[in-house]
């Protein structure tokens, strides 16, 4: 469903970020923490591009995770959705770019939520 390049509002900017931590944070502090530096030593990827480079993510949590990648995607996914007032719906075969996507439509087509964090 993406296109390569996302372009991405401030405020769906924010809201996933906060909604990435929030489910990194799910297995620590410690290793969220570990996760990013992995993924900005490993694949370049530091935490504030991460909007921008949603493939890129993808493909390092998919080399870092395996099968688990598509569990913790679903899971930002779920909390993106969330802090946009939106219900989340799980859509097979879809990865957090197009969830990404998805959202960025309805944030377009909304007010949207905005999330503090």
């Known amino acids: 469903m993406p296109d390569n390049e996302?372009?991405?509002?401030?405020?769906?900017?924010?809201?996933?970020?906060?909604?990435?931590?929030?489910?990194f944070l799910v297995v620590g502090e410690i290793v969220r923490a570990a996760l990013y530096q992995r993924?900005?030593?490993s694949y370049q990827i530091n935490r504030k591009d991460i909007p921008e480079r949603l493939e890129d993510f993808h493909s390092?949590?998919?080399?870092?995770?395996?099968?688990a990648c598509p569990v913790l995607e679903r899971l930002i996914a779920k909390?993106?959705?969330?802090?946009?007032?939106?219900?989340?719906?799980?859509?097979d075969g879809w990865t957090?770019?197009?969830?990404?996507?998805?959202?960025?439509?309805?944030?377009?087509?909304?007010?949207?939520?905005t999330r503090n964090g």
């Open 6 to 23: 996302l372009t991405l509002s401030s405020e769906m900017r924010k809201n996933l970020l906060c909604s990435v931590d929030d489910a």
């Open 60 to 67: 390092a949590l998919q080399e870092l995770l395996g099968t």
């Open 79 to 91: 909390n993106l959705y969330n802090g946009l007032g939106s219900d989340f719906k799980q859509v």
């Open 39 to 41: 993924l900005e030593r």
């Open 96 to 113: 957090l770019a197009d969830y990404s996507k998805h959202a960025q439509t309805f944030l377009s087509h909304s007010d949207g939520g």
